[in-house]
């Protein structure tokens, strides 16, 4: 298919960027890409298990959790299969209905995520600042509804960008970027109806701000009512579940929102392409190693599932018995 299109028509198929032209380099874009998506899927999954399958585990704060380890590992599964299976075949191709399905899901997780991850830092608010009163604000209703409640929100947010982006016809098919990302199909409508999705945008970036100062403000009383905590070690334990809650957030929030307003090039752009890769890996790879770092819960639970603490047990019996 031609790269430019007749004026005011609309396309059939996009061309993505490739990752080089030459056959080696798409191979080895191939295992990079493979390997961690593969790591981000495993990771992943250790969370949901192991929120899953041990019952101490089955408290608000780590529904939350297991909730966003869904979130993130459906989210990358979205554009990085894509992106591989096009490496190894050697095309760049991605049909319009594959691109909508894409923008689709990729925004709904997207969204998802950040509500989410707004929700988990009122539970921390009310779990520290408000001890007495959590069983009763924060019961499994409540839980449920609020999930319920991020779900549906990253759903219609995910449906107006979406008709907004594909309501205009595109002049071009070829998109600068590993997958279908809303900047840079803005690049190539035709008309001027993109600017509703402009507005869209604006819109999602004043609710993400407002999520961040929520959060800001939230950790500013937790902190406060934290460094009160006489004990060293209930300090420790406060800081331990909320540290890496407020780690995920910032890197989330700051790589997408760097890929997101800055103006993407009409060219193939290598800061593009680590910007957009930054937020659409980094957050979903790393959010399970940030939360079992400092979380002696999440540890003890992923040790116990992988066998870790029974393999202990069974080699320090066994050189008992050789004593």
């Not at 990085?80 to 990729?106: D, E, W």
């Not at 008709?163 to 600068?176: D, E, G, Q």
């Not at 959060?215 to 209930?234: A, D, N």
């Amino acid at each position: 298919m031609n790269a430019r299109i007749g004026n005011e028509s609309s396309v059939s198929e996009f061309l993505l960027q490739e990752f080089s032209a030459i056959r080696e380099m798409q191979i080895l874009h191939f295992f990079l890409f493979l390997v961690l998506y593969l790591a981000t899927v495993f990771g992943n999954l250790l969370i949901i298990s192991a929120v899953a399958f041990d019952h101490h585990l089955h408290t608000p704060m780590y529904f939350f959790l297991m909730n966003l380890a869904i979130q993130d590992l459906i989210a990358v599964s979205v554009t990085i299969p894509k992106s591989i299976a096009n490496s190894l075949m050697n095309t760049r191709h991605i049909s319009y209905t594959g691109c909508v399905a894409q923008v689709l899901s990729f925004v709904f997780f997207l969204s998802s995520d950040t509500a989410l991850l707004t929700v988990m830092a009122y539970d921390r608010y009310v779990a520290i600042c408000n001890p007495f009163q959590y069983e009763m604000v924060i019961n499994r209703a409540a839980c449920i509804q609020m999930v319920g409640g991020v779900w549906v929100t990253g759903f219609l947010n995910a449906v107006m960008h979406t008709s907004a982006t594909f309501a205009t016809p595109f002049c071009s098919n070829i998109v600068n970027q590993f997958f279908c990302e809303i900047p840079h199909l803005l690049t190539l409508a035709c008309s001027n109806l993109y600017l509703t999705e402009i507005g869209v945008l604006v819109v999602s970036v004043i609710m993400v701000t407002g999520c961040f100062v929520f959060i800001v403000v939230t950790y500013v009383h937790i902190f406060t009512v934290v460094l009160k905590i006489p004990s060293v070690q209930g300090r420790k334990k406060a800081f331990s579940t909320c540290i890496p809650h407020l780690v995920v957030f910032f890197v989330f929030c700051f790589t997408g929102c760097f890929a997101y307003l800055r103006p993407p090039s009409k060219t193939p752009s290598d800061l593009d392409f680590a910007l957009t890769l930054m937020y659409t890996f980094v957050p979903p790879m790393f959010n399970p190693i940030i939360y079992s770092m400092r979380n002696t819960e999440i540890k003890n639970a992923l040790s116990k599932l992988l066998g870790f603490r029974q393999a202990s047990v069974n080699i320090s019996f066994w050189l008992i018995l050789k004593r």
